[in-house]
């Protein structure tokens, strides 16, 4: 006898057509009974009344006269409850729990499971889920507490019984999956429909995660296994990862992964990476501590992956972080910047800055690199001996640092600033000698001697330089020996480029505007009308008439507000040059009426045609140097005071002049007695033994070198320009406030003036103006200046 999966019902129709009685059909059940014995309320009939045939409706055309009765559907419904056979709860229940213990003992089950699955499901039919559900919890917790406990006091080895723990979760969770499939009715209709109820497989979690707390030993050695074999793994060794993922996933399933695991294994991680911190700390350099940890990293984000937990990552991260960088950050830097920075090491540095930006350190790498900049520029800057090599090496150190930036900085914008500073301060730790320095390097780069370098590489390295002038605070320091050093360019014709002087003309006015190279540029209009004028003067009657034959002369007419101020030096000069001074004079007054002429024989330079005995030659000099040898086509030998007397050359420049011709290099002039000073009382001799490769020679190299003196009188000049400038603006700063304190006044000067000066330099500048009544001390307060309008 089965039982019924569904209500059955019984139909009577009842036509209006046929005066039989409604026909009755035996329904189906767990009893059959006769007709008679049914009750109306345990039986459904369905009524039809007056529902008219297609022969009724031709008979009704036939008796149209006839009344037609009214024809209605009527359903009624007469629900019967099926009755349970004897002893069916036992019976069903006994057979499913032969099923769920043959599950747990892992044995064949006898029963099929399609019928077990029908036996629960009319038991949940009859409403008897609840006591179905209590009695399948029962035997759960009867056979997980058996298979948990059957691990306490095993005393094999920890991998050995991680395996074993392994083993009942897997069991564990293939019996429940079975068992929920069996009674899967159970979770659809009963489960549901009571929220407070767990569903089959959270009991069963529920169930494993309370007899596992019952025996602590078994979580506490499943614990210390995982820790055991992570550590192992840590320290190189190969570990089961697939019994490591299943057991953890067995921790997060059962809820207790943070409080039992979690927990620990942050505390275990902190204690290892802190003790191997400080071991490869002390045993390494700082680019292999930097890769190990760099790998650390990467070891423990692939863990995540692989087998912790998700919400393990971070935290995880955040521990080894702390251990093997956080609390390392003084050492790292402090014992590895430096020889990183050396090295031009961008790949290690790259790693320094992104392992630091990891742990919010970039504030204490920024301050290093700041603090090795300036230690390191100092060390360019303020080496005297090492002047000549100043500008090269600033520009290789900027650039070093510029490519740092850009390839293991990021391009980090706070530490382009802070280079920026930091070369700022270094390169002003010597007021004025990087700029003269600077200009210097420029004035070498634009000769004409610079031979190797294209015009591309010429411009970028103007480029470069102008970098460097940017971080100036004496520009004007710079504009005086870089006009001075323009000059001689210009008027000895030894610019390798005009495009290349105007290009950085341009530069420097883009850069500081047009009243810092208004003189640069009336220089260059002044050579430029020079050429206009020299070719008028050739082309007039005065220079085709009366100049001297075999003479050729170019002259540079020069605005005296622009250029250098040169010292004014006499000299006699032979009889053609003096025709050849007047002739032009005569011409360029009578063109520029109003004007006056200062010859400035410093400036000038010649070429002469020697005959020497062993072949001509064409002699580059300086007009002193070409006076001095002009006076041995009359004489063979002359002494010091001979020369004085004839030349009339002051006697310092005499001195230098004789010293170029007789005891440099190339000595067109031989000084008796032998020696590298000229002194009162030595004779020159015309050297008939001269000899050189090259038909053209340059002689006037000791002329070009820069003096100490001339370096002083440049300096100097810049030093007396900055007075008015101080003056006009401790004036200008009186003018509007009226009255103001000492300190205030000393305060703003620093302020806009552009240009360091010291605080005593400006207390005398202000003495000076008191002198000369633009301001006066207050009666009351000495300390207090007024302004006197």
């Not at 309320?41 to 006269?65: C, G, H, I, V, Y």
């Not at 002469?608 to 001095?628: C, D, H, I, M």
């Not at 320009?721 to 003018?735: E, H, S």
């Not at 360091?756 to 500048?765: E, N, S, V």
Request: contains cysteine; glycine residues 4%; aromatic residues 8%.
């Amino acid at each position: 006898m089965s039982l019924p999966t569904k209500r059955s019902s019984c139909f009577s129709a009842a036509s209006s057509s046929s005066s039989s009685p409604p026909m009755k059909k035996a329904k189906n059940g767990l009893h059959q009974t006769p007709q008679s014995q049914e009750d109306d309320n345990d039986k459904e009939a369905f009524s039809m009344e007056d529902d008219p045939t297609p022969a009724a409706a031709n008979l009704s055309r036939k008796k149209a006269t006839l009344p037609q009765p009214t024809k209605k559907l009527v359903i009624k419904l007469n629900k019967a409850k099926p009755t349970l056979p004897t002893n069916f709860e036992e019976n069903t229940w006994a057979k499913l729990q032969s099923a769920i213990q043959a599950i747990f003992l892992m044995k064949p089950v006898t029963f099929d499971f399609e019928g077990l699955y029908q036996a629960v499901d009319n038991l949940c039919l009859h409403k008897l889920e609840e006591k179905l559900y209590q009695q399948i919890e029962k035997e759960c917790e009867e056979h997980i507490s058996a298979a948990l406990q059957s691990l306490v006091g095993q005393n094999t080895d920890l991998s050995v019984f991680l395996s074993l723990v392994e083993k009942r979760w897997q069991d564990f969770c293939d019996q429940m999956l079975m068992i929920r499939s069996i009674a899967l009715s159970l979770d659809r209709k009963y489960v549901i429909q009571n929220p407070n109820i767990r569903s089959l497989w959270e009991m069963g979690l529920q169930l494993f995660r309370k007899h596992l707390s019952l025996a602590p030993e078994v979580e506490q050695r499943t614990v210390t296994g995982l820790l055991s074999m992570i550590e192992n793994e840590r320290l190189g060794e190969a570990v089961n990862r697939t019994l490591l993922n299943h057991l953890l996933k067995m921790f997060t399933a059962l809820g207790i992964y943070m409080e039992s695991f979690e927990k620990r294994f942050l505390e275990c991680t902190s204690e290892f990476y802190a003790a191997e911190g400080m071991k490869y700390m002390q045993q390494s350099d700082v680019p292999e501590y930097l890769k190990h940890t760099e790998g650390r990293l990467h070891e423990e984000n692939e863990r995540c992956m692989l087998y912790l937990d998700a919400g393990t990552r971070k935290p995880l991260i955040a521990t080894t972080e702390k251990q093997l960088l956080e609390c390392h950050i003084s050492p790292i830097l402090d014992k590895g910047f430096t020889i990183l920075m050396d090295g031009r090491r961008t790949e290690d540095l790259q790693r320094m800055y992104t392992l630091l930006t990891r742990v919010n350190a970039l504030e204490f790498l920024r301050q290093a690199l700041s603090s090795y900049i300036k230690k390191t520029g100092q060390r360019i800057v303020m080496d005297d001996e090492k002047d000549k090599d100043m500008v090269q090496s600033l520009l290789d150190f900027k650039n070093s640092l510029d490519t740092i930036w850009e390839q293991s900085f990021s391009k980090n914008e706070s530490f382009g600033n802070t280079i920026k500073d930091s070369f700022e301060h270094l390169i002003n730790l010597r007021q004025n000698r990087p700029a003269e320095l600077i200009a210097k390097f420029l004035d070498e780069k634009l000769r004409a001697g610079n031979k190797g370098t294209s015009e591309e590489e010429l411009e970028n390295t103007l480029e470069k330089v102008l970098v460097l002038f940017r971080f100036i605070q004496g520009k004007d320091v710079f504009e005086a020996f870089y006009k001075k050093d323009l000059a001689k360019r210009l008027l000895l014709g030894k610019s390798a480029s005009i495009d290349a002087e105007k290009s950085m003309i341009s530069k420097l006015k883009n850069e500081c505007g047009s009243q810092f190279t208004n003189k640069l540029e009336g220089m260059f209009k002044d050579i430029e009308l020079s050429k206009e004028i020299n070719e008028s003067f050739k082309q007039s009657s005065q220079a085709r008439t009366k100049l001297p034959s075999g003479i050729e002369m170019s002259v540079h007419v020069l605005t005296t507000g622009y250029w250098p101020t040169y010292p004014q030096m006499d000299a006699k000069l032979p009889h053609e040059l003096n025709v050849y001074q007047d002739i032009f004079k005569e011409f360029y007054l009578s063109k520029y009426s109003g004007r006056r002429l200062m010859w400035q024989n410093s400036s000038g330079h010649c070429v002469l045609k020697a005959e020497f005995p062993k072949g001509r030659k064409e002699l580059a000099v300086s007009l002193f140097q070409a006076v001095v040898l002009m006076l041995f086509n009359d004489a063979q030998k002359l002494s010091f005071e001979d020369i004085k007397d004839s030349t009339n050359i002051e006697d310092k420049e005499l001195r230098r002049t004789l010293q170029s011709l007789a005891c440099g290099k190339i000595r067109v002039l031989v000084k008796v007695p032998k020696g590298k000073d000229v002194e009162d009382g030595d004779e020159f001799v015309f050297n008939e033994d001269f000899t050189a490769s090259l038909y053209r020679i340059k002689v006037n190299a000791i002329q070009m070198k820069e003096t100490v003196e001339e370096n002083a009188s440049t300096t100097e000049k810049v030093f007396h320009d900055r007075q008015y400038q101080i003056d006009a603006a401790i004036v200008r700063i009186m003018k509007t406030r009226k009255v103001l304190s000492h300190t205030l006044l000393i305060t703003e000067l620093f302020q806009q003036l552009k240009f360091p000066i010291k605080p005593a330099d400006l207390k005398k500048r202000i003495e000076s103006l008191i002198d000369r009544e633009y301001l006066e001390r207050d009666k009351n307060n000495p300390q207090i200046y007024n302004y006197l309008a």
